[in-house]
């Protein structure tokens, strides 16, 4: 059994991102006591899957490893993954908890050493690498994973190939007779930091995610880049595995659009200048990128970011927003649209379509555990409704790493608030 | 303030949008336009027109009167409705092109010889007489006034055949043709809305 120590002032964390990380890290070296859940098997979300971060095109490695150091070291934070919050009743400084744990098939004694996957052949779509590559029964979600413990898929229990798992660990971790289970506790304030999914691009019909092997979203390509990613880090086409070179970003792919997401998800055109960097050095004057857009939004300091791409003759922009995506004979998309420079029509054929998508808030607004005021869009209001329950990163609002771990220090501090106004009563 | 000022603040004092947001059926939409593109790009007639609607809606802000209002444009629009399913901000991009043929249209302004228009101005008279659309009159006037005359007429001979055999055209509608049941009640609403809507117009130049 799973036991969490927890009272009125302990803070509760929703979602094990770089928000709820940091929200939770703040918390717990200011001396609060900390849970900190999160549904995959492992911490740092969607940023683990980056290949590099923008501006300063460094990797994801660096600045989450220091904060899965740093969870990992403070005695104050309990870690919970595989876990969802299934019921949150109460109000400021005294709230219930329920948490549902999923069971994980391997226990502590793990060493991350890899056996049971060297003999489970049963293989699955690789939810890491947005299901552009397989993964076995037996796996480690990623090669940084924290913690790093090895996840039975639930498939496979009760076929031979858990079996198989099982015999094959010489660690005794392996336990197939692990079950669902829930734990209660109490806590004073809640920081929900559940995050962003990416916009679902095949909802996006003339652009013909859902038809054409070519064209991708930016998630997709991001693990494309990536050298640990499904093709090594080689940019090809799924079509038919060849090198690509001609590459076009449709920017304002589902955001800024009646029909998908209201708002600008703000990422996206830097999203798309960093990219843009992976495939100018991967292929030198090779590369030929083309940027569709509307208008290019680089706020602030960023603007010497686009600066520079503006500058590579190999990167060309085109200010239009692309109305529809066919594909050619050759299986090449074919980007048709009218250009606002002159309203010249074009029909240019790439060899890689890419589309920019944005974030929607990863919990439907019907779907959280508690009460809570969203807005239009769906992320988390600064309310007073909200009472103890703090939103912190892109629940709250589309926002890149920076400015998401900034809004989590904020939240943080919000939620010591609280549980410092509960010390204070009960002293 | 100088002359040249002025002259410049009146160069460039758009009247043309207002007019445009007080005539033109759906006008108000215009400046929520971002000049995206997308319209034009879906456009499946679009290499047929001069200016496609994103086009348009930029020259409206522009104040390019006479060359909207004449333009051939708006008038190649076939409702086909693709433009206004895709436009990002929802705007009603068909409806707005109708209106903008119809205000010129209205203010005589329309190109000489337009097909489009020329039909539309046939419908509307066969519609007038009796309340309701005769479909056979309306072929033959198009065959004459739009196509080719009997060369056309000949084309459509066979069908035209099948439909009478199939009880689907009577010929003798040629001749008159029956009316809706109030034809002068019918008229008398027109004759109000045409005043209405003149009265409208004409406050608008004051």
């Known amino acids: 059994m799973t036991e969490v120590v927890a009272t009125n002032e302990t803070i509760l964390v929703v979602g094990g991102g770089i928000s709820g990380m940091t929200a939770a890290i703040e918390a717990a070296e200011t001396g609060k006591r900390v849970v900190l859940v999160e549904k995959r098997p492992y911490l740092g979300g969607r ?5 590099k971060y923008f501006p300063k095109m460094c990797f994801p490695t660096c600045g989450l490893e220091i904060n899965q150091r740093r969870t990992k070291m403070n005695p104050n934070i309990t870690v919970l993954t595989m876990a969802e919050v299934t019921s949150l ?15 994980r098939y391997i226990n502590e004694n793990c060493t991350g050493c890899g056996d049971c996957a060297k003999v ?6 690789n ?34 190939e858990a079996d198989k798992a099982k015999a094959a660990c010489k660690v005794d971790a392996v336990d197939l007779d692990m079950q669902e289970e829930e ?32 064209v991708l979203s930016n998630v997709e390509f991001e693990r494309m880049c990536d050298p640990k990613g499904p093709t090594g880090g080689k940019i090809v086409r799924p079509s038919d595995g060849k090198e690509a070179k001609n590459i076009a970003f449709i920017q304002c792919a589902g955001s800024r659009d009646r029909n998908h997401l209201y708002h600008c998800s703000r990422i996206c055109c830097m999203a798309t200048l960093k ?19 509307i208008d290019i939004r680089s706020i602030d300091r960023f603007e010497d970011f686009y600066k520079k791409v503006q500058e590579n003759d190999n990167v060309k922009f085109v200010k239009s927003k692309v109305a529809s995506v066919t594909q050619d004979s050759d299986g090449n ?55 103890g329950i703090f939103a912190a990163g892109v629940a709250s609002e589309a926002l890149d790493v920076n400015r998401a771990v900034q809004h989590a220090t904020g939240a943080a501090l919000r939620a010591i608030q609280v549980v410092n106004r509960v010390a204070s009563t009960e002293a | 303030m100088s002359d040249l000022n002025t002259n410049m603040i009146e160069k460039y004092r758009n009247s043309f949008l207002n007019e445009v947001e007080a005539n033109v059926e759906e006008g108000e939409w215009v400046k929520m336009c971002m000049q995206c593109g997308v319209c034009s790009g879906s456009c499946p007639l679009g290499n047929a027109w001069d200016h496609p609607p994103q086009e348009l809606f930029m020259m409206i802000r522009a104040g390019k009167r006479e060359e909207v209002l004449s333009s051939d444009s708006m008038w190649m629009c076939t409702s086909c409705y693709n433009c206004i399913v895709r436009c990002p901000r929802e705007v009603p991009i068909t409806h707005i092109m109708h209106g903008l043929a119809h205000y010129a249209k209205r203010l005589g302004m329309q190109p000489k010889e337009q097909p489009t228009a020329k039909f539309a101005q046939l419908f509307w008279d066969n519609l007038m007489k009796k309340g309701r659309v005769n479909e056979l009159k309306l072929g033959v006037d198009l065959y004459f006034k739009v196509g080719e005359g009997m060369k056309t007429a000949m084309k459509n001979k066979d069908i035209g055949m099948a439909m009478w055999k199939a009880k689907r055209m009577n010929p003798m509608e040629f001749f008159g ?30």
């Open chain 1, 47 to 51: 940023v683990s899957q980056f290949y």
């Open chain 1, 89 to 103: 009743e109460g109000e400021a400084g005294n709230y219930n908890a329920t948490i549902t744990l999923s069971p």
């Open chain 1, 120 to 125: 489970v052949e049963a293989e699955f779509d």
């Open chain 1, 127 to 160: 939810e890491y690498d947005y299901g552009m590559s397989k993964r076995k029964g037996a796996y480690l979600p990623h090669v940084m994973a924290h913690p790093m413990r090895y996840v039975l898929d639930p498939a496979i229990i009760g076929t031979e």
């Open chain 1, 183 to 214: 734990v209660k506790f109490n806590c004073g304030a809640v920081i929900w930091a559940t995050g962003w999914q990416p916009y679902d691009a095949d909802k996006i019909q003339p652009y013909g995610h859902d038809r054409f092997d070519n």
């Open chain 1, 275 to 293: 990219q843009t960097n992976y495939v100018t050095d991967a292929l030198g004057d090779d590369a030929d990128v083309t940027i569709y857009y």
């Open chain 1, 333 to 387: 998309p074919v980007c048709n649209g009218v250009d606002t420079e002159g309203y010249n029509r074009y029909a240019q054929a790439h060899d890689l379509v890419i589309l920019a998508t944005g974030m929607e808030p990863s919990v439907d607004a019907d779907k959280f555990p508690v009460d809570i005021v969203v807005n239009r869009e769906g992320f988390i209001e600064a309310d007073e409704k909200n009472g």
């Open chain 2, 177 to 206: 043709g029956h009316a809706v049941k109030d034809l002068k009640g019918f008229q008398n609403a027109i004759k109000k809305a045409e005043e209405l809507e003149a009265a409208r117009l004409e406050k608008h130049k004051a």
